[in-house]
């Protein structure tokens, strides 16, 4: 099993920043990638950024540029840093970890986050 705890969430004025960290522990093997997804309210869950074990990245295209996503695998920890917020960057933000278990990749979630920024 593995245990995620988020932290770094808040109240931010647009133009703000935040961080936001993802630690991760138990019965992890292998991470494949982590990654941070968001949720606003009666929307779908959207994928963030993610970043591979070799440090690839992928963002999507309304973040680019303002958020930052790094790992530091030795504390199996994943970061996102938040600049230039919008207001439409209010959502519920999930830590997101795939680990290997022998030949599957299975998913981890956390727990959520909420970002809320004030126009």
């Known amino acids: 099993q593995v245990q995620l705890v988020e932290s770094g969430g808040g109240l931010v004025q647009a133009g703000g920043s935040l961080r936001l960290s993802c630690a991760a522990s138990?019965?992890?093997?292998?991470?494949?990638?982590m990654g941070w997804y968001r949720q606003a309210p009666g929307k779908q869950r959207e994928l963030v950024a993610t970043?591979?074990?070799?440090?690839?990245?992928n963002y999507a295209d309304s973040v680019k540029g303002r958020f930052t996503i790094s790992r530091d695998n030795a504390k199996n920890t994943v970061y996102l840093q938040m600049s230039s917020l919008k207001a439409e960057d209010t959502a519920l933000y999930y830590c997101?970890?795939?680990?290997?278990?022998?030949?599957?990749?299975?998913?981890?979630w956390g727990q959520g986050t909420q970002v809320t920024v004030s126009s």
């Open positions: 997101n970890v795939k680990v290997w278990v022998g030949v599957t990749i299975l998913d981890y």
């Open positions: 138990g019965s992890i093997f292998s991470i494949n990638a």
């Open positions: 970043i591979t074990s070799g440090g690839r990245t």
